[in-house]
């Protein structure tokens, strides 16, 4: 489903759905969800941000209020990152979160709501830590899950590793090993827009 403007012209409503990462997205002036909707807009996309990030949720609380924090703006989009929390703070098992996630994302599709899944970025810059390597096996679940259900996977876990891998410093993207700092900001943000963009020439 490719995302077009309507005739009138209308703007797009565009739902931010996950954490903290989320909200402090929308709240800090360089946050990923202020650069996303800036970049859009200033390439012509008409659009309605509805933030919807909540600091310290997990799967489990995403899907308990998907119906009031989503389904019932009624959007046309939706950028998902949920699923670091549930590791960080060992919420639920990993079938749990399989759970959690289809069920979420069938609630978005059958809503006709156009969903672009991102995967889960670091929990510390270490990336060969214990947490890092379980995100991994979170991340692998997420492509396939994204690969049956026909939906746009945003690779933001790639960008966000790249840069710290060809940094030397011990807070390359985040300050304190989880929430962004402004260059891991603008890295989703890159990561997204571009995303976007080509999806929808």
Same mark, same amino acid.
Request: charged letters at 25%; hydrophobic letters at 35%.
């Given at each position: 489903m490719i995302v077009k403007q309507s005739v009138q012209n209308e703007p797009l409503k565009v739902v931010f759905f996950g954490d903290s990462i989320t909200q402090f997205g929308?709240?800090?002036?360089?946050? *990923?969800?202020q650069q996303v909707?800036?970049?859009?807009?200033?390439?012509?996309?008409?659009i309605?941000?509805?933030?919807?990030?909540?600091?310290?949720?997990?799967?489990?609380?995403?899907?308990?209020?998907?119906?009031?924090?989503? $389904?019932?703006?009624?959007?046309?989009?939706?950028?998902f990152m949920g699923g670091l929390n549930d590791i960080w703070l060992n919420k639920g098992t990993f079938e749990d979160y399989k759970e959690?996630?289809?069920?979420?994302?069938d609630k978005a599709?059958?809503?006709?709501?156009?969903? *672009?899944?991102?995967?889960?970025?670091?929990?510390? !810059?270490?990336?060969?830590?214990?947490?890092?390597? !379980?995100i991994d096996r979170y991340n !692998?679940? $997420?492509?396939?899950?994204?690969?049956?259900?026909?939906?746009? $996977?945003?690779?933001v876990s790639s960008a966000v590793k790249a840069e710290i891998r060809k940094s030397n410093k011990n807070s390359?993207?985040?300050?304190?090993?989880v929430h962004l700092n402004d260059k891991g900001n603008t890295i989703l943000a890159n990561t997204i827009v571009n995303? *976007?963009? !080509?999806e929808n020439k």
């Open positions: 929308w709240e800090n002036q360089n946050g *990923y969800v909707v800036e970049r859009l807009t200033n390439s012509g996309v008409n309605l941000p509805i933030p919807a990030g909540i600091c310290g949720h997990t799967s489990k609380n995403m899907l308990d209020r998907m119906d009031k924090d989503v $389904l019932s703006k009624k959007p046309d989009i939706m950028f959690n996630i289809n069920a979420i994302l599709q059958k809503n006709d709501i156009k969903v *672009y899944l991102m995967n889960l970025t670091v929990i510390s !810059e270490d990336l060969d830590s214990s947490m890092n390597k !379980e !692998e679940f $997420l492509s396939e899950i994204a690969k049956e259900k026909n939906i746009t $996977l945003i690779d390359a993207i985040t300050t304190d090993g995303k *976007y963009l !080509e």
